[in-house]
T-cell receptor, first 115, second 115 residues
Framework: GDSVTQMEGPVTLSEEAFLTINCTYT??????LFWYVQYPGEGLQLLLK?????DKGSNKGFEATYRKETTSFHLEKGSVQVSDSAVYFC??????????????FGTGTRLTIIP | EPEVTQTPSHQVTQMGQEVILRCVPI?????FYWYRQILGQKVEFLVS????????KSEIFDDQFSVERPDGSNFTLKIRSTKLEDSAMYFC?????????????FGQGTRLTVV
């Protein structure tokens, strides 16, 4: 079945450091890939997505590129801020283009940025 | 911005008791979902609901679980006889369009503790 494996946390970085959170997936066909973020006390929010191979999703300075050859969707940011402290979830969906967006998630990576 | 709301934020119940977790999805959305996350584990899909019936369910969603949309706004998850292993964070989500790329909107979650 489908699965998502993401980097174990927690991750602690200093402000302005470079961030990478690794995510790899196993799925048949051509899934859509997502990064969700959960800030303290809030629900999961879509951060970015990519729906086909070589697409790059980007938002709020974060980027991730859909790499079919390595089945990866690593999240990167060039210079993190304290406000980026949150839990980040990598996810995939095989039905995103048809309304039923059942998601398969990774375990989440807790990111803490220190000033 | 529209949001999905879940109540309560935290519920403690005794083993064997019935619990109902409540969600108010975004009003014009068509698909509704429940996910759960046991502490330290992955966010897992439980069930999706469309057109007043279950469209897909996971193997976790056994006879102890049921979902209902009792009126035009609420979407509920009932656990008939709770077990210790049902302790988890439960997330409700909804998606909108019937066709085309959609974004899943999540609630902030209900933390269920079974004692």
């Amino acid at each position: 079945g489908d699965s998502v494996t993401q980097m174990e946390g927690p991750v602690t970085l200093s402000e302005e450091a470079f961030l990478t959170i690794n995510c790899t997936y196993t799925a048949t066909g051509y899934p859509s890939l997502f990064w969700y973020v959960q800030y303290p006390g809030e629900g999961l929010q879509l951060l970015l997505k990519a729906t086909k191979a070589d697409d790059k999703g980007s938002n709020k300075g974060f980027e991730a590129t859909y790499r079919k050859e390595t089945t990866s969707f690593h999240l990167e940011k060039g210079s993190v801020q304290v406000s980026d402290s949150a839990v980040y979830f990598c996810a995939l969906s095989r039905d995103a283009n048809f309304g039923n967006e059942k998601l398969t998630f990774g375990t989440g990576t807790r990111l803490t940025i220190i000033p | 911005e529209p949001e999905v709301t879940q109540t309560p934020s935290h519920q403690v119940t005794q083993m064997g008791q019935e619990v109902i977790l409540r969600c108010v999805p975004i009003s014009n959305h068509l698909y509704f979902y429940w996910y759960r996350q046991i502490l330290g584990q992955k966010v897992e899909f439980l069930v999706s609901f469309y057109n007043n019936e279950i469209s897909e369910k996971s193997e976790i969603f056994d006879d102890q679980f049921s979902v209902e949309r009792p009126d035009g706004s609420n979407f509920t998850l009932k656990i008939r006889s709770t077990k210790l292993e049902d302790s988890a964070m439960y997330f409700c989500a909804s998606t909108g369009q019937l066709w085309g790329n959609t974004e899943a909107f999540f609630g902030q979650g209900t933390r269920l503790t079974v004692v």
